[in-house]
């Protein structure tokens, strides 16, 4: 089984920044793709910024010029780095990994973490 864990979210004033983290263990065979979700209340889970196995990543034009998405030292785990943060950009985020296991090397499969908060207000 695969776990995922987001941290780093909390309240910040309008322009400010915040770090996420999120950190996926478990019998991971091969990585894919790691990347951020989020959801406003009354909204759909959007897109927000993904980065693939061999480095190369893509962010929703939303948040372009303003987020980043880097690697972290240890094995899959992914950063978002949130610059000029917006009130729009209140929402739940969540990190995704699109990974193979151990028991199944074959087959692809979407792994979700719980989520955290990110409140954007003054």
């Known amino acids: 089984q695969v776990q995922v864990v987001e941290s780093g979210g909390g309240l910040v004033q309008p322009g400010g920044s915040l770090r996420l983290s999120c950190a996926a263990s478990g019998s991971i065979f091969s990585t894919e793709v790691m990347g951020w979700y989020r959801q406003a209340p009354g909204n759909q889970r959007e897109f927000v910024a993904t980065?693939?196995?061999?480095?190369?990543?893509n962010y929703s034009n939303s948040v372009k010029g303003r987020f980043s998405i880097s690697r972290g030292m240890a094995k899959n785990t992914v950063y978002l780095q949130m610059n000029s943060l917006k009130p729009e950009d209140t929402a739940v985020y969540y990190c995704?990994?699109?990974?193979?296991?151990?028991?199944?090397?074959?087959?692809?499969?979407?792994?979700w973490g719980q989520g955290t908060q990110v409140t954007v207000s003054s």
């Open positions: 980065m693939t196995g061999d480095g190369s990543t």
């Open positions: 995704k990994i699109i990974c193979t296991s151990v028991q199944r090397p074959g087959t692809s499969t979407d792994y």
